[in-house]
Nanobody, 127 residues
Framework: QVQLVESGGGLVQPGGSLRLSCAAS????????MGWFRQAAGKEREGVVC???????AYADSVKGRFTISKDAAKRTLYLQMDSLKPEDTAMYFC??????????????????????WGQGTQVTVS
C-alpha cells in the first residue's frame, strides 16, 4: 500500500530550524514529483515547495531562501530543511506525491489537486 509518513515537526523559537522527513513506500518514488504543503489553522492548504523526478525544484516566494527541499532515492525519503523560521510558518506540514510527474513542467505544482498521495502531516509551531 502507498504510505507517506512525515516526521520532524515540533516547537521552535523564531529564527530557529527544523528538518522534516517523509518516508515513502508503495509507489515508484524515482518517477514521482514530490512536494511539501502546509495548512495553518483556519486557512487553505498551500504549496510550499516541489522537487521533480529530474531534480528541478520550485519554491513559494514566502519560503524562498529559507527552506530547502532534497531527497534520498536510496532511502525513498524526502526532506525539508527549514531555517530562519517565522511565526507565520506555523502550520501542519504535509508530504505529497504526484506519481506521474509533470507538475513543475506543467506549471501546476502549487495545486494540491495535482498530487495523488498524501501523508497525515506533522505539526510545526514557531513561537
Amino acid at each position: 500500500q502507498v504510505q507517506l509518513v512525515e516526521s520532524g515537526g515540533g516547537l521552535v523559537q523564531p529564527g530557529g530550524s527544523l528538518r522534516l522527513s517523509c518516508a515513502a513506500s508503495g509507489f515508484t518514488f524515482d518517477d514521482s514529483d514530490m512536494g511539501w504543503f502546509r495548512q495553518a489553522a483556519g486557512k487553505e492548504r498551500e504549496g510550499v515547495v516541489c522537487i521533480a523526478s529530474n531534480g528541478n525544484t520550485a519554491y513559494a516566494d514566502s519560503v524562498k531562501g529559507r527552506f530547502t527541499i532534497s531527497k534520498d532515492a536510496a532511502k525513498r525519503t524526502l526532506y525539508l530543511q527549514m531555517d530562519s523560521l517565522k511565526p507565520e510558518d506555523t502550520a501542519m506540514y504535509f508530504c505529497a506525491a504526484a506519481p506521474l510527474g509533470g507538475v513543475i513542467s506543467g506549471g501546476s505544482w502549487l495545486s494540491a489537486d495535482e498530487y495523488d498521495y498524501w501523508g497525515q502531516g506533522t505539526q510545526v509551531t514557531v513561537s
